[in-house]
C-alpha cells in the first residue's frame, strides 16, 4: 500500500505541473551563453535566514500591517463600497475601459532569466512557472541540471534579474505605438518577489535584484503618454513563512492540490531549510492575509494609483482567506468621485467568471456564453505560445500580424478586450520579434482604428469573413472583413441610411452602394482605382463605415 501510495503521489505531482497539450520529443537543449548559469557563479544566500528576518522584523512589520489594515477597515466602513459580494458586484466597467479595447500584458521577472520550457505544439507555454517546475517535473529538472546546474536554487535568479536593458519609457511608447490604451505588468508573481519597494517584504527589486523601483517610472509613463496602468497581483504564493502557536516559522504552501504540500521526495512535509532558497526576503508573519496581503497591496495603491486591479493565483484559496473583497472596495471607496477603476475576476476559488468588473479569458479558456453575453470580458494570450520569455521564441511560434488581427476583430466583435502578454528578456529587452509585430498590428490601427475604440457589440457580430462593430450612438455600423472584397462587398446585416455615404477606412472617396430589398442583400461597390494591391489602404483586413441614419431629409 505504501509503494502504491508513492507512485500514485508521483503521478499527481506530474499531472498538476503540466498541462494536457503535447510536448515534441526532443533532447535537452544547451542554451545559448546569456541564457544558461554564467561561468564561475557560486549559488547565493540572502543576509538574513527566515528565522533572522522573523526575530528582526515580523513584530515591527505585523504592528505596521495592523495600522494599515485598521485603515482599510475604517476607509471601507466610511465609504460606498463594501467589502460583499453583493456591495462589488454592483460596481459597473468603467467607460473607458469598455473603450479600449487592447492592453499590453508585461510578463516579466526573475523566471526571465532561465527564459524556458519544454516547446510545444500547440497551446500555451507557461515560462513563468520555471522556479517552481524546476524542482519537481522532470523535463524542467534535466533542462536546469544541464544548464543551470543541481545547486543552482530558484532564488539564485533574483541575483541575475539586474534589469539592465530595462526601459519603461521606450516600452511604454511602443505600447502606445501599437494602439494599446493600457499597460498591466506582473507586479507580483507566485513567488512573491516585488517589482516595486514593498515595505512588507524584503524581496523586492529595491533590497534584492536591481537595487532600484522599477514601477515608479513605468506608472510616470503611461500617466505622461496617457494610457492607463494596471496593477498585477497575486493572492497567493508558493511558499510562505507563518509563524505558529509555538513561536516557530512553519511553512504556508500554495493549496494545489495535495502534491504541493509535500517536500520533494514526495513523502515528508516541507523542511523549513527547503524554505530558504524559495522565500528569502519573506517576513514571517502570523496572518498570510491581515499581515500581508491586504496592507502590501494597499500600500501599492496609494503609491501608485493604479486604473485597475489584475487578480491572478485566485484557484486555489478562498475570498475569506485572500480578503481580496477589501482591497477591492479599497480602491474602489478611494477613487470614488475622482476616477474610474476596474478589477478582474479572480478574487478567490469557484469565483471566476462570476463576480468582477469583468470576466478573463486566458488562451479562450472562457466559455461562449460567458463572453459579450451580459458582461464585459478580455482575451488575455501572449504574442507567442508562452506566459513569459521563451530563448527558443522565433517567426514560428510567435502570432502573425494577420493571425493577430482575425483574432482580435472576432474578440473586439463579441463585446471583448485583448490584453496582449510581451515577455522582456532576463535584463528587461523587448525581444526585436516581439517589437516588429507590436510596430505591424499599430501600422493597421492607426488606419482601422475608427471601427475599434469606443465601439460595442453590434445585433450580429460576424458573417462570413466580416466581423461588426457599432458606434455608441448606434449611427455607424463598421463591417471588417479579413479578405479583398474584389469587385464588391456583399453585407446581409445592416441597411444604410437613406442618403448616407459608405466608407473604407483609409481611402477618403465614399463608394457606390446599393440595397436589394427583395433579399437584403447591401452591395458595396469597389472602383477600379482599388483593385491593386498597392492602392490599398492596409493590409490583412479592411473596415467599412456605414451610416444607419437616414440623411435624406
Not at 505504501?2 to 544547451?30: A, M
Not at 510616470?220 to 493572492?235: A, D, Q, V
Not at 528587461?428 to 457589440?457: C, D, F, H
Amino acid at each position: 500500500m505504501k509503494n502504491y501510495k508513492t507512485v500514485l503521489l508521483v503521478f499527481v505531482i506530474s499531472f498538476l505541473s503540466c498541462t494536457s497539450n503535447k510536448v515534441k520529443n526532443e533532447s535537452v537543449p544547451i542554451t545559448p551563453e546569456q541564457y544558461r548559469r554564467p561561468e564561475n557563479y557560486k549559488s547565493q544566500n540572502y543576509q538574513y535566514s527566515l528565522n533572522e528576518l522573523k526575530d528582526r522584523f515580523s513584530e515591527e512589520m505585523m504592528k505596521k500591517a495592523a495600522g494599515v489594515y485598521e485603515h482599510v477597515r475604517k476607509v471601507n466602513e466610511e465609504g460606498r463600497w463594501k467589502p460583499t459580494a453583493e456591495s462589488i458586484d454592483r460596481h459597473q466597467a468603467p467607460e473607458w475601459f469598455l473603450d479600449a479595447k487592447f492592453g499590453m500584458f508585461i510578463d516579466w521577472g526573475p523566471w526571465s532569466v532561465a527564459g524556458w520550457s519544454p516547446k510545444r505544439e500547440t497551446g500555451a507555454m507557461y515560462t513563468d512557472w520555471y522556479e517552481y517546475r524546476m524542482e519537481r517535473v522532470a523535463a524542467f529538472k534535466s533542462y536546469h541540471a544541464k544548464n543551470w546546474g543541481k545547486d543552482f536554487k530558484r532564488d539564485d535568479f533574483i541575483t541575475l534579474f539586474q534589469a539592465r536593458d530595462y526601459e519603461p519609457e521606450k516600452l511604454v511608447g511602443i505600447a502606445k505605438q501599437a494602439g494599446m490604451k493600457y499597460v498591466v505588468p506582473f507586479c507580483k508573481h507566485h513567488a512573491g518577489y516585488c517589482l516595486w519597494p514593498s515595505s512588507f517584504t524584503r524581496r523586492n527589486c529595491v533590497e534584492m535584484g536591481p537595487k532600484r523601483d522599477l514601477m515608479q517610472p513605468l506608472v510616470e509613463s503611461c500617466k505622461k503618454e496617457g494610457l492607463k496602468f494596471g496593477f498585477y497581483f497575486s493572492i497567493d504564493e508558493w511558499e510562505y513563512p507563518l509563524i505558529g502557536d509555538d513561536n516557530k516559522i512553519k511553512p504556508r504552501l500554495w493549496g494545489y492540490g495535495e502534491a504541493s504540500h509535500r517536500n520533494l521526495d514526495g513523502q515528508n512535509p516541507l523542511a523549513l531549510t527547503d524554505m530558504e532558497s524559495r522565500a528569502s526576503g519573506k517576513i514571517a508573519v502570523r496572518d498570510f492575509a491581515k499581515d500581508y496581503l491586504v496592507p502590501q497591496a494597499t500600500e501599492f495603491i496609494d503609491r501608485y494609483d493604479p486604473d485597475l486591479i489584475w487578480y491572478d493565483g485566485q484557484w486555489a484559496m478562498d475570498v475569506t482567506e485572500s480578503k481580496s473583497q477589501e482591497i477591492v472596495a479599497y480602491l474602489y471607496n478611494k477613487a470614488e468621485g475622482r476616477k474610474e477603476v476596474a478589477v478582474n475576476d479572480r478574487y478567490g476559488r469557484g469565483l471566476r467568471s462570476r463576480l468582477g468588473d469583468f470576466f478573463t479569458s486566458e488562451y479562450h479558456d472562457l466559455k461562449n456564453n460567458a463572453k459579450g453575453t451580459c458582461h464585459p470580458w478580455e482575451e488575455c494570450r501572449g504574442i507567442s505560445q508562452s506566459f513569459g520569455f521563451h530563448w527558443q521564441d522565433t517567426e514560428g511560434n510567435i502570432i502573425s500580424s494577420k493571425a493577430f488581427i482575425e483574432m482580435f476583430l472576432d474578440i473586439v466583435s463579441r463585446g471583448g478586450n485583448l490584453l496582449l502578454i510581451v515577455n522582456l528578456d532576463g535584463q528587461g529587452a523587448l525581444p526585436e520579434i516581439q517589437k516588429k509585430r507590436l510596430e505591424e498590428i499599430g501600422e493597421w490601427l492607426s488606419v482601422n482604428g475608427e471601427g475599434i475604440y469606443g465601439t460595442r457589440m453590434y445585433s450580429t457580430t460576424s458573417e462570413g469573413p466580416a466581423r461588426y462593430t457599432r458606434s455608441k450612438d448606434n449611427k455607424k455600423v463598421y463591417a471588417i472583413t479579413t479578405i479583398w472584397p474584389g469587385k464588391s462587398l456583399e453585407l446581409k446585416s445592416v441597411i444604410p441610411g437613406k442618403g448616407t455615404e459608405i466608407h473604407l477606412l483609409g481611402d477618403k472617396e465614399p463608394l457606390k452602394w446599393s440595397y436589394d430589398q427583395s433579399n437584403g442583400i447591401t452591395t458595396v461597390e469597389m472602383p477600379d482605382r482599388l483593385q491593386e494591391a498597392s492602392k490599398w489602404p492596409c493590409k490583412y483586413a479592411y473596415a467599412f463605415r456605414i451610416e444607419t441614419e437616414d440623411k435624406s431629409k
